[in-house]
Nanobody, 115 residues
Framework: QLVESGGGLAQPGNSLRLSCATTGVTFSWYTMGWYRQRDYQQRELVATLEFDGTTNYADAVKGRFTISRAITGGTLYLQMNNLKPEDTAIYYC???????????WGQGTRVTVSS
């Protein structure tokens, strides 16, 4: 249902854009989000996007990351600018149902920020 891509190795200060291709997900029924899990830590919220365009960001990424969705089609994006070594993590796409239904996760894509 959710397939992430776009991860990889980046130097500090550089940018990456993650994509999440969705199938069978009606965006108006879900809060869409990106989460990450750093080594030996719990999964944490990065950003969420509501159907009406409302966004929410973790303090650690505010002003650097932008969550968005394609105008047509079912793709969610995470634009990551000014990357820092502490952004190194596996990034997961999430579709959380607003009322009832399945909470979907992608398989994750690894981002490594290192010089």
């Amino acid at each position: 249902q959710l397939v992430e891509s776009g991860g990889g190795l980046a130097q500090p200060g550089n940018s990456l854009r993650l994509s999440c291709a969705t199938t069978g997900v009606t965006f108006s029924w879900y809060t869409m989000g990106w989460y990450r899990q750093r080594d030996y830590q719990q999964r944490e919220l990065v950003a969420t996007l509501e159907f009406d365009g409302t966004t929410n960001y973790a303090d650690a990424v505010k002003g650097r990351f932008t969550i968005s969705r394609a105008i047509t089609g079912g793709t969610l994006y995470l634009q990551m600018n000014n990357l820092k070594p502490e952004d190194t993590a596996i990034y997961y796409c999430n579709a959380h149902p607003k009322s009832y239904g399945t909470n979907y996760w992608g398989q994750g894509t690894r981002v490594t920020v290192s010089s």
